[in-house]
């Protein structure tokens, strides 16, 4: 029986940090080591034009992403590792999708509000009709299921409100859907938050509480010894009274596999000195591999066209289905 199809991407907009491999690639590493999915794994570039950006940094930072999807463990022949402008289908079929997408519900997604709040000098259209890019994204390869952090569930309900709608319009004489359903997949860790503010999410907009994928094992130290923690000195897992130790806690656990209450006797009686040295270690050890794995941009390159023509060629074939749909036929 055929595998059910898996994508997800993640988009090429500075240094890859902590939460960018925790909240998605670890759990891509985990998906496609699983044997249950044919998956897709992508980079958003397209996606990140929606914030200023520096055109001469561009190129590097898609080939960066790359990079960290290999040296997490990603495996061009386990996985279609592939650039999203590469695939003209995507913007192509996101267009159709604008013309069946709801403006009030494209208005009422909490990212659009958070994202005009955020750069209030860059509202541009992009940031309205992102879902319905992000929507071509997973229709265009007939997803079952898309791996999202609870930040992107609104999306991907939105994403199955386009498939219901198109498919209710446009049946075809001989009915059946062009679209199916697409399932999330919640992942663990979906949000890991600043070093230096628990409140806020770790951002690459705020450094001095950001722990890049390359930092090396001092600029690790010197950020854990900075962390906000709580007073006192209990080690105990208490997401509310103490945010800052919880963070800790969530980062160490996902690091290092144990679980909450292991860590809790593990630390019982010991000082944040002890568990912040620890935790350096840990981070240290599992970044490794980002510091070290090298990869020459030209394997990228040739890694990436592989994964885009065979993206191409399933994408191509939806197009035409959808074409057929709707009455467009090319003569």
């Known amino acids: 029986m055929k595998k059910p199809v898996l994508i997800s991407g ?53 080939l960066n992403v790359a990079k960290a999807y290999l040296a997490a463990g990603l495996n061009q022949k386990k996985s279609t590792l592939f650039i999203q402008s590469s695939v003209s289908a995507h913007t192509e079929l996101a267009w159709i999708l604008n013309t069946v997408a709801p403006l009030g519900e494209m208005e009422r997604m909490t990212q659009y509000k958070d994202k005009s709040d955020n750069q209030k000098n860059n509202i541009n259209i992009g940031l ?27 999306h991907l309900e939105l994403t199955r409100t386009l498939a219901r709608k198109f498919n209710g319009k446009f049946p075809g004489r001989t009915g059946g859907n062009v679209f199916a359903e697409p399932q999330a997949l919640l992942t663990k860790n979906s949000r890991v938050m600043s070093l230096d503010n628990p409140e806020k999410k770790m951002s690459k907009s705020l450094p001095a509480g950001c722990l890049f994928l390359d930092d090396s094992p001092e600029e690790i130290k010197a950020k854990i010894s900075r962390a906000v923690t ?31 209450p292991e860590l809790e006797t593990l630390y019982a009686g010991k000082g944040y000195g002890q ?57």
């Open 230 to 260: 709580d007073s006192g000195s209990e080690i105990k897992y208490e997401k509310q009274s103490k945010a800052g130790i919880a963070n800790l806690l969530e980062i160490y656990s996902a690091f290092s596999g144990k679980t909450m």
């Open 128 to 154: 309205l009709t992102y879902p319905a890019l992000m929507a071509a994204d997973i229709l265009l390869y007939n997803a079952a299921f898309v791996p999202v952090g609870d930040d992107q569930v609104q």
């Open 275 to 331: 568990f912040k040295s620890d935790l350096t270690s840990v981070i240290s050890t599992a970044l490794k591999p980002f510091r070290e794995t090298k990869f020459k941009d030209s394997q990228l390159k040739t890694i990436l066209a592989a994964g885009g023509k065979k993206a191409q060629k399933i994408a191509t074939a939806k197009m035409k289905e959808v074409k057929k749909k709707i009455g467009i036929v090319a003569y």
């Open 10 to 62: 993640i988009q090429p907009t500075g240094r890859l940090h902590i939460g960018n491999y925790l909240g998605a690639i670890k759990n891509f590493v985990e998906l496609q080591n699983s044997g249950k999915y044919q998956c897709y794994f992508f980079i958003a570039d397209y996606h990140s034009l929606t914030e200023d950006f520096n055109p001469s940094e561009k190129s590097q930072q898609i």
